[in-house]
C-alpha cells in the first residue's frame, strides 16, 4: 500500500511549532536549581514529538538534530545530567534553531542546518562530559577555526571477516535452527508463540516441534502459563536479524537460541549429516516421534533434509573460522535497502492557515443548527397553511420569527466563536522577549501574566501581537529602570511588567503595566515644541500631553535604541490598533509607572454599523468610530482659504468632509445647511463627514473588497445588507488621507484658531 | 420592471447556460472552446473553462473614485465581485445599462488565489471550438486599450472573432 | 473486522496511523493521551491497542499497566510506538506488560506489516 505522508505534514508543522512555543515557556519558567521534573518532562515530550514525526515524515535535517536534544534531556529528565542557565540558553537557542528548519521545510526551501549542526556539536560536548558553556565556547572557536563541527561520533564499521567469507565459499548457510523456551508468564504480555511460530514460517520452510516435557499434571496447570518450548528448523535464505526480529518483543522473556545451519555446496548432493549427536532436531524429532507427538506447524513440504549437511558452530570453529553466527551471516546477508529518501517537496503550494476548534463549540454549533431547523419546518408548515389563515395562525407566525431571529443570532455568535482563541497565544511569546532584553539591557525583570485564556479572534490576536511587542520593549527599555537606579528610589531591583486581559462589552481589554520610573510629560511636550508639533505658546492637559507620545515624529528620537527606537514609533502602534478598529491609551505616574490600556473588538468579522445615505447610495460607518452626529448649522461652518470648510464644534474647530464629492458621487456641492454631519475621530483628530441621511444602526459582516478586486482608499471593505445589495464600510482614517492636503490645511488653520 | 425585456434577458441567460453546459461535456484534446460575445457589433471571446456563469445586469454598487469602466460591485452569493465594462475599457462608446444587459462572470484561478469578476457586454453570442492552429496571433497596433487583452484572432463562419485573455482581464486592476 | 485502538498525543503521527490503518481496513479508534484512551477502552473492548510511549496527562506505559489490570485486556495485544532504540526504555513499555514495540520512525508499510503480525 503506498500512503502519501505529505498529506499529514500540515498537522506535523503545526503541532511542531506548538511544541516549540511549550518547549520555550517551560525553558524560561524552569527553576534550575531545583528543575520541576514535569516541566522537564514537557521540554522532553516535545523534542520527542518533534523528532518522532519528523523521521516519520522524512525531514532528516530535523531528526537529527532532534535526537542528540533528546538525548540530552532524557538524561536531564533521569538525574543524569545537570542543567545551568547556559544549558537553558542552548536549549532556548535550539528551539529557534528548530523553528528555523521547521520553518524552510515549510515553505519547502531547503534549510540551513549549520547552526543546528553548530549546536548538536555543542550538545555532544556536553553528552561527552563537558559543561554547557565550555562545551558552547569550544564549538564557537571550532567554527573560528573552521575546524568540522560534526556531532556524530563516528563509529567504525564492523569489517567483515575475511574468514567467513572464505568459508561461504564452500560451505552454503541455507537457514537456522532455533530453540525457543518461553519462560512461563510471556503470554500475559499478549505474545502468543502461535504467532511467533506463524511468522517464522513466512520466511522459509519450517519444521517445528513442541517440547510438552514441563507441562504438569491437569490439577496443578494455570491456565495462562506457558509450558511448552519449541525446535524449530528453518530454511530460509533470510538474514538472522529477520529471525531476531520475530522474536524481538520477548527476548527478556525466553530462552532462545538461533544456529544457522549449512550446507557443503560442493558436496551438495551427498547425504550427509555432519556431527548429529549435536543436532538437536534430529534428536528430538527422533524423540518425538517416538513418544507420539506430533509436530506443530509444519508449513509448506518438508524440507528433504537429505540434501543439507547441518551444522552447529562448533563445525564453523573447527573449520578455523574465528566468526560468530551472527557475523558471518551478516557477511552474508545482502544489503540492507537503505530508508527511502525524503519525499521530494512537491510544486510550492499555498498554505492554508487552520484553527483548532474544541469540540464542544462544533456541538453547540450542531445543537443550534438543529433548533434552527426545528424553527425552519414550524415556519414552513405555516406557510403551507393554504388560504384560511387565521389571527392564530399570523400569531404564530410572529413567534416563530422571534424564534428563528434569536436562532440566528446565537448561530452568529457560535459560529463568531470557532475564531476565537484564547490571547494566551500571543502572550506565550512574551516571557522570551522579557528575558532576552532584560539580559541584554542588564535589568532585572519579571512578567506577570494574568487572564491568558481570554479569548479574541484569530485574526485579531494576529494583528495585536506586533503592537504589543513593541509597547513590552518600550516598557522594557525606557519604563523599568536600570538595578541600581531603582534600588536608589527604593524600589526592588527586580522589575515588573504585569500583562493582563478582560472582556468588557463587546471588547477585550489588554492591559499592560510597568512599575518604571513613569512618562515624563513635560519632556514630551519640551519634545513636541521642538519638532514643531505643538506650538509654542499652545497650553495642553496632561491627558493631551501624554497623548503625544503616540504622534508621529515624536518617536523618541534622541534615545534611539537597539531595541524599540527603530522604524516603528507609537505612532505606528496606535495607527495599527486602530486599524483593528480599537483604541490605546496610557496612565502614567512619575517614579511609580505606567499603564497601556489597549482596547479591541472581539471580532473583525463583524462590526455594529451606522448606515447612511449620500447620493442615494448606502454606506456604512464602524459605529466605534463615530464620537457624534449632529444637524449642519450654517452658521457654525467658516470657510478657511483654499476652499475647504472647518466647522466649530464647541469651540473646537474640525475639518469637514464631504463623502459625495471625495467619492466622487455628484457633480454639484450639496448644501451644507441642514445637512448632516458625523463626526468621526481618527487618529486623536476629529473630522465631520457630511452625509444626506442617518439611517439605522445595524450589525454588518465585514467582507473584503480586495479579494477580487483591490484596495480602495477610504473604504475599509464591503458588506452586503438585507436586501441582497452591497455597502462600502466607510474608513475614518482613510478618508482623511483621501482629502490629503485639503484637510492638512484646514487642520492647521484650525489650530491657528485655537491659538 | 418591463416583463417582456425581463423574459427576453431571462431566456438569453438559460439558453447560454444550456449552451455553455454542452460545449463543456465534449471534451477534445489540443481544441479549446470559446464563449463568444457581441460589442458594438463586433465578436469576442473568452475561454469557456474561464466563464463561471452569465447574470443579467442588476444591483450594481459603485466604488468611490474607482476607473470609469468599473461599474462597482456586485453580491455573488455572499462574495464581493467587481464589474468591469469591457465597453468602456476597449473605449466602444457609450455604454447603457439596462435590464438587458449582460454580465459574463470570469473566474481565474492563479497560483494561490481565485479571482471573479463580472465583464459587462453587450450580448452574449455564441460557443465554439477552436484548435491552437486556428488560432491568429494578434494584430501589431500598438493603440486603444483593448490591444492588451486580446490573446488572437480567429475566423469562425466568415466572421472574424477577437479572442480575449481573461487573465490579464482580471488582472488589470491589480496592475493598475 | 479488527478493532485497534489508536493513542498518540501528536495529532500529525495519530492521523497517519488511524489513515494507514482505516487504508488497510482495520476499525480505528483514536485517543489523544492514555487517560482518553483508558476511558474508551474500558467503554468497548479492542482486538489490539497501539500507543505511543511520552504522552501528557497519562503515558503510554502507564496506560499498558492500566489496560493489563482490566480482566478483556489481560491478553490483548498492546504494541508501544516508541523513538527509543536503547534496550532499557523499550523494555519500560514491555515491564509494564506491552506485547512488544513498533520504532519510530516507521512508515505505513511497516507499520502494518507488524499490526499483521500480531493480528494474525
Not at chain 1, 506548538?18 to 516541566?39: F, H, K, Y
Not at chain 1, 483548532?356 to 445543537?367: C, F, Q, T
Not at chain 1, 445615505?613 to 467658516?638: G, H, M, R, W
Not at chain 3, 506505559?61 to 523513538?83: D, G, H
Request: overall charge negative; proline content about 4%.
Amino acid at each position: 500500500m503506498s500512503i502519501d505522508l505529505s498529506q499529514f505534514h500540515a498537522v506535523f508543522f503545526e503541532e511542531s511549532f506548538e511544541g516549540l512555543e511549550l518547549m520555550e515557556t517551560s525553558l524560561l519558567e524552569l527553576d534550575v536549581d531545583a528543575p520541576d521534573s514535569e516541566q522537564i518532562n514537557t521540554i522532553f515530550r516535545a523534542a520527542h514529538s518533534i523528532k518522532g514525526g519528523s523521521g516519520t515524515f522524512g525531514f532528516v535535517q530535523v531528526a537529527e538534530f532532534t535526537h542528540i536534544l533528546e538525548t540530552l534531556l532524557d538524561k536531564i529528565r533521569d538525574g543524569d545530567q545537570s542543567i545551568d542557565p547556559d544549558g537553558i540558553e542552548l536549549f532556548l537557542q535550539s528551539v529557534d534553531c528548530l523553528r528555523g528548519l521547521l520553518e524552510a521545510l515549510q515553505t519547502e526551501t531547503e534549510p540551513d542546518t549549520t547552526r543546528a549542526q553548530q549546536l548538536a556539536g555543542v550538545f555532544q560536548a556536553v553528552l561527552d562530559g563537558g559543561t554547557y558553556a565550555d562545551s558552547a565556547n569550544v564549538v564557537k572557536t571550532n567554527a573560528i577555526t573552521g575546524a568540522p563541527l560534526h556531532a556524530a561520533s563516528p563509529s567504525p564499521a564492523p569489517a567483515s571477516s575475511d574468514d567467513s567469507v572464505a568459508n561461504a565459499g564452500t560451505r552454503k548457510q541455507i537457514g537456522f535452527s532455533i530453540v525457543f523456551e518461553p519462560e512461563e508468564d510471556m503470554l500475559k504480555g499478549g505474545n502468543d508463540p502461535v504467532r511467533m511460530l506463524r511468522e517464522l514460517a513466512t520466511l522459509g520452510d519450517l519444521i517445528s516441534h513442541a517440547n510438552t516435557d514441563q507441562v504438569p499434571d491437569f490439577d496443578q496447570l494455570v491456565i495462562d502459563h506457558c509450558y511448552l518450548s519449541w525446535d524449530i528448523e528453518l530454511v530460509t535464505n533470510c538474514d538472522i536479524d529477520d529471525i531476531e526480529e520475530v522474536f524481538e518483543w520477548v527476548e527478556d522473556e525466553c530462552e532462545l537460541s538461533i544456529t544457522p545451519i549449512y550446507a557443503d555446496i560442493s558436496s551438495a548432493a551427498e547425504l550427509h549429516y555432519s556431527n548429529s549427536q549435536n543436532h538437536a532436531i534430529d534428536k528430538k524429532m527422533q524423540q518425538a516421534t517416538a513418544e507420539g507427538q506430533r509436530l506443530v506447524m509444519p508449513s509448506g513440504p518438508l524440507p528433504s533434509l537429505d540434501n543439507l549437511q547441518l551444522a552447529s558452530p562448533g563445525d564453523v570453529t573447527n573449520n578455523g573460522s574465528d566468526a560468530t553466527p551472527a557475523e558471518a551471516s551478516a557477511a552474508l546477508a545482502p544489503p540492507k535497502p537503505t530508508a527511502p529518501a525524503a519525499a521530494k517537496p512537491k510544486a510550492a503550494k499555498v498554505e492554508a492557515s487552520s484553527i483548532r476548534v474544541g469540540i464542544d463549540k462544533v456541538d453547540s454549533l450542531i445543537n443550534l443548527v438543529g433548533e434552527l431547523v426545528i424553527t425552519q419546518s414550524m415556519l414552513g408548515q405555516m406557510g403551507s397553511a393554504g388560504d384560511s389563515i387565521t389571527d392564530e395562525h399570523i400569531g404564530n407566525l410572529r413567534e416563530g420569527l422571534v424564534q428563528l431571529e434569536q436562532n440566528t443570532r446565537e448561530l452568529q455568535d457560535s459560529v463568531m466563536r470557532i475564531r476565537m482563541l484564547p490571547i494566551s497565544f500571543t502572550f506565550n511569546r512574551f516571557p522570551r522577549i522579557v528575558r532576552d532584553i532584560s539580559i541584554q539591557l542588564g535589568k532585572q525583570v519579571q512578567l506577570e501574566l494574568s487572564g491568558e485564556n481570554t479569548e479574541l479572534d484569530k485574526t485579531v490576536m494576529e494583528k495585536i501581537s506586533d503592537p504589543m511587542v513593541h509597547l513590552i520593549r518600550n516598557a522594557l527599555d525606557h519604563g523599568i529602570e536600570m538595578p541600581e537606579q531603582r534600588k536608589a528610589a527604593g524600589k526592588p531591583e527586580m522589575g515588573t511588567i504585569v500583562l493582563n486581559a478582560f472582556h468588557q462589552g463587546g471588547n477585550i481589554v489588554i492591559e499592560m503595566t510597568d512599575d518604571g520610573g513613569g512618562i515624563d510629560t513635560e519632556r514630551l511636550l519640551t519634545k513636541a515644541r521642538n519638532n514643531g508639533l505643538v506650538g509654542e505658546n499652545e497650553k495642553l492637559t496632561q491627558e493631551q500631553k501624554l497623548d503625544l507620545l503616540f504622534s508621529p515624529g515624536l518617536s523618541t528620537v534622541e534615545e534611539v535604541s537597539d531595541l524599540s527606537g527603530r522604524g516603528v514609533g507609537m505612532d505606528v502602534v496606535r495607527r495599527n490598533i486602530q486599524e483593528l478598529s480599537g483604541s490605546v491609551e496610557v496612565s502614567t505616574e512619575m517614579g511609580v509607572g505606567s499603564t497601556f490600556r489597549i482596547r479591541l473588538p472581539l471580532t473583525l468579522a463583524i462590526l455594529d454599523g451606522q448606515l447612511v445615505t449620500v447620493a442615494d447610495q448606502t454606506y456604512i460607518f464602524p459605529l466605534v468610530s463615530i464620537s457624534e452626529s449632529l444637524q449642519i448649522d450654517s452658521a457654525k461652518v467658516n470657510n478657511v482659504a483654499g476652499g475647504s470648510d472647518v466647522y466649530n464644534l464647541r469651540d473646537e474647530y474640525i475639518p469637514i468632509l464631504c463623502l459625495d464629492q471625495l467619492f466622487g458621487l455628484r457633480q454639484e456641492a450639496k448644501v451644507l445647511q441642514d445637512s448632516l454631519l458625523v463626526v468621526v475621530e481618527s487618529e486623536g483628530q476629529k473630522v465631520g463627514v457630511v452625509v444626506d441621511e442617518l439611517l439605522a444602526q445595524q450589525q454588518v459582516v465585514i467582507k473584503s473588497l480586495e479579494e477580487n478586486y483591490t484596495r480602495v482608499q477610504g473604504v475599509s471593505g464591503a458588506t452586503i445588507l438585507g436586501d441582497g445589495t452591497v455597502a462600502m464600510i466607510v474608513d475614518a482614517l482613510g478618508l482623511s488621507g483621501l482629502a490629503g492636503s485639503e484637510i492638512a490645511a484646514a487642520q492647521k488653520i484650525a489650530a491657528e484658531a485655537v491659538a | 420592471m418591463d416583463v417582456a425585456k425581463q423574459d427576453t434577458a431571462q431566456n438569453m441567460i438559460q439558453q447560454t447556460a444550456a449552451m455553455v453546459d454542452q460545449a463543456s461535456d465534449e471534451d477534445f484534446e489540443d481544441q479549446q472552446q470559446y464563449l463568444t460575445f457581441l460589442m458594438q457589433g463586433e465578436e469576442y471571446g473568452v475561454d469557456i473553462l474561464n466563464v463561471q456563469e452569465i447574470r443579467g445586469w442588476g444591483n450594481v454598487a459603485p466604488i468611490p473614485n474607482a476607473p470609469k469602466h468599473v461599474s462597482g460591485v456586485i453580491n455573488l452569493r455572499g462574495a464581493i465581485v467587481p464589474v468591469i465594462d469591457l465597453r468602456l475599457l476597449f473605449e466602444l462608446g457609450d455604454a447603457n445599462c439596462d435590464e438587458n444587459t449582460v454580465v459574463i462572470v470570469l473566474k481565474v484561478a492563479t497560483e494561490n488565489v481565485n479571482r471573479i469578476m463580472g465583464i459587462v457586454v453587450d450580448a452574449v453570442s455564441d460557443v465554439f471550438s477552436l484548435t491552437l492552429a486556428d488560432k491568429r496571433p494578434p494584430p501589431n497596433v500598438n493603440q486603444g486599450m483593448s490591444h492588451t487583452y486580446i490573446d488572437g484572432l480567429t475566423e469562425v463562419k466568415g466572421k472574424m472573432v477577437i479572442l480575449l485573455d481573461s487573465e490579464r482581464l482580471l488582472h488589470l486592476e491589480k496592475n493598475d | 473486522m479488527t478493532k485497534i485502538l489508536a493513542v498518540d498525543d501528536s495529532a500529525s503521527m495519530r492521523q497517519m496511523v488511524v489513515f494507514t490503518l482505516q487504508s488497510a481496513g482495520y476499525d480505528v479508534v483514536e485517543a489523544s493521551d492514555g487517560q482518553k484512551a483508558l476511558d474508551i477502552a474500558k467503554g468497548t473492548s479492542f482486538d489490539l491497542v497501539l500507543s505511543d510511549v511520552n504522552m501528557p496527562v497519562m503515558d503510554g506505559i502507564e496506560l499498558v499497566k492500566e489496560l493489563r489490570q482490566i480482566e478483556a485486556y489481560k491478553y490483548t495485544p498492546i504494541l508501544m510506538l516508541t523513538t527509543e532504540t536503547a534496550g532499557d526504555k523499550k523494555m519500560a513499555g514491555k515491564n509494564a506488560g506491552a506485547t512488544g514495540w513498533v520504532v519510530k520512525p516507521f512508515n505505513p508499510d511497516k507499520l502494518l506489516a507488524t499490526i499483521k503480525k500480531v493480528t494474525g
